[in-house]
């Protein structure tokens, strides 16, 4: 949990400085305490302070801002990761959701494990969007930090939502930071590939049962069709008819 401090804020901006800071501190100790819906309730009040704040400042005054907006999505994106793994224990146990899980669109307003994880890979993003800016200002030992924080926490939001394309490419960035994540960014890579290849399969079963619905009005079927898989991992279909 980050509790602030770094670049001081810029002279036409003390004025709300106060309360937003207020905001992110109330936020600490409701983490603190284990009330997560109240923290991320604090983060949000604060994270707008910082969007109005922001939008009264010219562009060159704007980085200690950014900078704390950065610090608070990162807490934020982990109060949503704590929401997530309460929201999913009724699930332990249950190798996947249910596919549509993630994508439906929901009516009610409780918070699902899928949106929670959302949130936090939203959060997680902007907050790389915006150290990004940075690289004018140079990457201080502070930002590279906070970096690692984005990076670690969307790729844990990524595995959440079963996105394990997205979240090795996060523990691949996170190894290049720290070597330390190397072995999480192999393991990664490897359940990615994994889940390629059966939504590969899949996606030729459910072709293999709309194509023999079709073929069957001419008499044949898809096993009268043979696939090869190519060594680029692409796939080649012959005809095959049988006597």
């Known amino acids: 949990m980050e509790t602030g401090g770094g670049a001081p804020l810029t002279k036409s901006s003390e004025a709300v400085e106060g309360d937003f800071v207020e905001d992110r501190l109330r936020g600490n100790e409701a983490f603190r305490r284990g009330n997560y ?28 801002w950014s900078l704390e907006e950065v610090l608070i999505r990162c807490n934020r994106a982990l109060v949503f990761l704590r929401l997530a793994s309460a929201a999913a224990l009724p699930n332990v146990g249950s190798n996947r959701f249910e596919e549509d899980a993630c994508t439906a669109e929901h009516e009610s ?67 290049k930071i720290r070597p330390e994540y190397r072995s999480e960014a192999e393991l990664l890579a490897q359940r990615a ?40 991992g692409t796939y080649s279909v012959s005809y095959c008819p049988k006597s």
Do not use: H
């Open 37 to 64: 819906e109240a923290a991320a309730s604090y983060y949000s009040e604060a994270l707008e302070k910082i969007r109005l704040a922001k939008t009264e400042l010219p562009t060159q005054d704007r980085y200690p």
């Open 109 to 175: 307003e409780e918070a699902t494990p899928c949106s929670l994880w959302q949130r936090a890979a939203e959060d997680a993003s902007v907050a790389l969007d915006l150290i990004t800016d940075f690289e004018d200002e140079g990457e201080s030992e502070r930002v590279t930090e906070l970096r690692v924080k984005a990076l670690y926490r969307r790729m844990v939001a990524n595995k959440g939502q079963n996105n394990f394309a997205d979240a090795a490419k996060d523990a691949e960035a996170l190894a």
């Open 193 to 232: 590939a994994a889940e390629s290849e059966r939504a590969k399969q899949e996606a030729l079963q459910k072709l293999k049962e709309v194509g023999n619905s079709f073929l069957s009005l001419f008499g044949v079927s898809i096993d009268n069709f043979q696939t090869k898989r190519n060594p680029d």
